[in-house]
Each structure stands twice: as C-alpha cells, then as structure tokens.
C-alpha cells in the first residue's frame, strides 16, 4: 500500500504544473474554438465577405510562439483535426508530455 502511494506521487511530481498564463492560454483557445468561423479556417469567401464589411477581423497570433504553440494545439484538438504536427513543437517548446496530455484531456 506504501508503495503504491510513493509510485503515484512521485509521478505526480514529476510532471510540472501549467503556469497560470498557460491556463489562461487554454481557456482562450477553448472559447475561441467554440466560436464560428475559428481563425479563418473553413470559411467561404461569403462569409469572409460578411465578416469583413461587418468589422470581424481573424485572431491575431499571440507574440509569444510557446503560448501561440499552445493555442494551437487547443484549437485544433477542439476541432477534432489532427494534433500530431503540434506534439513535438510543443515538446521541442518546453512542455512535458505530461502537460501535452493533461490538456488534450481537458480540450476533448
């Protein structure tokens, strides 16, 4: 029984937790992708057409690449398309597979 408690939480530690600006980060994502017409993507020329005389503009990037990495990855898993491009990005960015995972859980 002790030994099952030392496993379980010396995975626990080893996985660092998301900043509070990553979280930030994910819940952005999360709202953006509910939205219609998310950055742009599968929109008609009509709609572009609409949204631009309505005053609509496309997210902008966010400046920092690992939080832009981030958002992707968000936005992209809420869409149900495919993320395995953006896993290695956001390895290669910092994040522990761990957080990479956590999040999909949560974007799902």
Do not use: N, Y
């Amino acid at each position: 029984m002790t030994t099952a408690v030392a496993i379980r939480g010396g995975t626990r530690a080893d996985i660092p937790s998301l900043s509070a600006l990553e979280w930030k980060v994910v819940s952005l994502a999360m709202r953006e992708a509910g939205e219609a017409g998310h950055a742009g993507i599968g929109r008609g020329w009509l709609a572009r057409l609409f949204g631009s005389a309505a005053g609509l503009r496309p997210k902008l990037p966010l400046a920092d690449p690992r939080l832009e990495a981030l958002r992707r990855f968000v936005c992209r898993l809420c869409d149900r398309a495919d993320v395995s491009d953006l896993k290695p990005r956001l390895i290669e960015l910092g994040f522990h597979p761990g957080q990479i995972s956590a999040v999909a859980m949560l974007a799902r």
